[in-house]
């Protein structure tokens, strides 16, 4: 699976849609692209300015960009990540770490690198999710779902039915299966 979310990248191109698809793109994107300003050796601060000189080119770039399914979107943006590290490291505004390595950046199309991008997917998505259900759903699904508990134990330890623990599993994923879609196919 090495995709974007077509839905979302369209969301970005409307006028109206973007104001939606910002925030969402920014809490997805905004850590995989400090990710890899910190692999390639910037300090925090450093990472933190390259992340936000990377919006700024993608707030002019998106815009008019032309989704290709057959290219892949996330080699584009760290590309672009790349770019303005070496911007950064031209200009020498900033020392640039001892063993900096711009080549540090993972490659999007690496089975890793495709596998911490899943993990950050589901990461950030059950962060903006949570707030959604109250605290002994989450506590359920976070036990069973996460933690793999014996359902039995977690409704022992949470005061629920067997049931519910699975309920609340259920409404969970399928919670984040639809915030997933189009990113996650």
């Known amino acids: 699976m090495h995709t974007t979310s077509e839905t979302l990248l369209q969301q970005l191109r409307r006028a109206g849609g ?16 400090y990710y890899w300003a910190r692999r390639a050796g910037l300090q925090e601060q450093d990472a ?13 770039e998106l815009p008019k960009f032309e989704y290709d399914r057959h290219k892949s979107f996330r080699a584009w943006l760290r590309a672009v990540t790349l770019n303005k590290w070496r911007d950064r490291a031209r200009r020498r505004t900033v020392p640039i770490a001892v063993g900096a390595d711009p080549d540090a950046l993972p490659d999007p199309a690496d089975p890793l690198s495709e596998q911490d991008y899943k993990r950050h997917l589901i990461s950030s998505a059950l962060e903006l999710l949570r707030p959604e ?12 779902g996460i933690d793999a508990a014996p359902a039995l134990d977690v409704a ?30």
């Open 133 to 144: 259900f109250r605290p002994e759903t989450w506590a359920a699904f976070v036990r069973h």
């Open 18 to 33: 973007a104001a939606e698809a910002w925030p969402r793109f920014v809490h997805l994107y905004g850590p995989l692209i």
């Open 48 to 60: 933190a300015d390259v992340t936000q000189d990377v919006f700024v080119v993608l707030l002019n």
């Open 156 to 185: 022992k330890e949470l005061g629920l039915t067997v049931g519910a623990v699975y309920a609340a599993k259920c409404r969970v994923l399928a919670r984040l299966r639809t915030y997933l879609r189009g990113i996650w196919d």
